[in-house]
């Protein structure tokens, strides 16, 4: 099994996908472990000065003012957790859970946030024995961090709360006597460090990121397959037509169509062609390389937060210093993240337009129409492009921006913050119904494929060969929601990305 050691530094979103999805086991390098404890002693030196220092000897939010006694600081950081324990909904998926487990030790491993290493270590063993604790989805406003979720992660630490543990739901208490976890007392300073900082909207983005690369690289796939059923022109995949507008998306996109197009008697030009497709066709590398670009740098600004410091306050050891801030704003992170949603359904919208020409016997040279061995008796997959219409409306409902919907909250204390978690809440629907269309195109496509005698190109051909393992060639009308069911499965399993090369 892969193991990630946690640095604070070369946290990617590969690694993290690995120890959040594949369950790689977690270790924190001995720099980080060190720097851990000098932040630690920094802060105790501190604890005793009259000094106020944000959630540490002051109240929160509004109630940042409010000036706490020696005595309250323990009880303060409890008191912390219980009031920010507030989310509302179904429970987080366990992978986004532990994504947002490993983000915030990644955080803490930089040794700018005066946790205790013992909490650092006790997150740890909990991700390695795969106890991951039940958090409400919704209730974050990604700023101040996610601190509704991440204050149900912490309520945890302390035996409270509930959490998931060999597939069963169960009290915190009686998972962690199973897993032979001892619970952990918070001291201060520990509650805050616990959940301050954007790291489940984060995670969420990383993971969501990797999914659309790979979703991406399928519709490059089912495009493959349409310009083969349609004819069309593979001029427009010419590397030199883009690489002189200079997007390296694009140039990356067209090469990944004609990769599958090889070997094929279109590639060959030994079909006639139209000398200009429609935009569906003929822009494709173009839209879908700008999707690649914004996931790009996406992923840049993802993990810069995933190796950054995203707490409030900031113990600067080597200064001797305190700062005060908004590390945890989840913005930077949101708003990239917001084109990367408007940039999928604007793909699922080509996706959409070229299984129209496919079906419109006025637009699919020569195919029948909607693709039925007897139009008119049978109606063939003329209602299959209902339903990616009505996912697609879907999707553009969901690409209105989250990020500009500030409600101010905590008496105005808070009158800015990111919606960043409704962002990749969001972005979760815009993706699973993007399974949904791509998946009903590349049944469309291999049916399509099916009327044309002739060779096609090498992945072309395997493609379609594994669409049928698992759909069979519609002959006769039959309900048809059961291969819209396994077509969104397949592509989101990813079993297509095995014979791309």
Partial sequence: MNTIVLDGKNLSVEKLLKAARFNAVVTLSEDAQERIKRCRRFFDKQLDSSRPVYGVNTGIGKFSEVHLSQKDLEENQRNLIYSHAAGIGESAPVELVRASMVSRINVHAKGYSAVRLEVVLKLMEMLNKGV????????????????????????????????FYHLRRLPTKIAFKEAGIDFLELKVRDGLALINGSNVLTAYSALQLYDVDCWLRQCELSCAMGFEALNANVQTLDKRLHGVRGFQGSVRSAEAIENCLKGGALFEREIATRVQDAYSLRSTPQVIGSAHDAVAYAKSQVEIELNGVGDNPVWVVEDEDILTGANFQGIPVSLPMEMVGAAVTSVSVLCERRMNRLL???????????????????????????????????????????????????????????????????????LDNAYGVLGIELMVAAQALDFRDRRFGVIVDQARHVIREQVPHLYKDRPLYKDHGIMKRLVKGGALLKILV
């Fill in 360 to 430: 419109n016997e006025n637009l699919s040279e020569g195919l029948p129409a909607f693709l039925s061995h007897d139009p008119g008796v049978y109606t063939g997959m003329m209602i299959s492009q209902y339903t990616a219409d009505a996912l697609i409306v879907e999707q553009r409902m969901l690409s209105a921006p989250a990020c500009v919907g500030s409600i101010p909250a905590s008496a105005d204390q808070e009158d800015f913050v990111s919606m960043g978690m409704n962002t990749a809440i969001k972005n979760a629907q815009i």
């Fill in 132 to 163: 991951t604790p039940v958090v409400c989805l919704k209730g974050s406003v990604g700023a101040c961090g996610d601190l509704a979720p991440m204050a149900q992660v912490a309520l945890s630490l302390f035996g409270q709360g509930e959490v």
